[in-house]
DNA sequence: TCGTAATATTGCAATATTACGATATGAAAT
DNA sequence: ATTTCATATCGTAATATTGCAATATTACGA
């Protein structure tokens, strides 16, 4: 095979894997920290900066913003792209909220 | 091609990357959920939990003790695992350090 | 020692991801 | 209107991941 078996898991764990697939490739981690840094990014900015080819980038872009990630001016020739916040803190208080209930220690060794 | 460019990215993407692949399939996320809440956890039992092939759980075993996520005896009939809850902070303090140095935003629409 | 129970490894097929060149699109400038 | 610039999409090749059956391994008990 080498599709995964979504039915078997509850939402929570679906919704962490998802959340967690964004931040899977160093593109799309080394792409979110520079656009959280710039007043306006666009794509060719990122483009230099990681050494990706524009359409690799532009590809990873569209992971990140079908992941919610993205907001901003998508139209005409200077897109502004930026980092949802909100979102993003949304996939912070996931990410803890699964750690701090997964701590338990279930062995003393 | 199909694998990633290593060289061009900075250690601690690198490094959040590799920690988000672990995350980033749902059975993984489930067994770490499950071994935390378990007293005593033998890879069968998590079979008879998670729903898929013994092989294949083995298998993403595997990758979580690859990265360093589990501790317990490995040996014998009873083997125990158990969530490595340092490694596991460890894990959580690089999202959040990542987090917290990624919200800044860049245009205000 | 031999069998058994529990887990690991191997080999393979199906699918997903990554990367990039080529091309398309869309808005702005000329 | 045409060119130009920035980004998106398409097609395709290379590689990675997922899943499982079959088999190997390993420790324990009879």
Redesign the pocket.
Known sequence: ?????LDIYTDQIIEIAAFA?VF??P?RVAILQYISKQENC????I?DEIG????????????INEAGLLKGN??????CYCLNTIRFKEFQDAFNSYFNTTQTNCCSI
């Open positions: 095979m080498g599709a995964s078996k697939k899977a490739h593109a666009i794509c060719n900015d483009v990706l080819a524009q359409a690799t980038i532009s590809q990873h872009l569209k992971v998508f139209e005409g020739k200077s897109v």
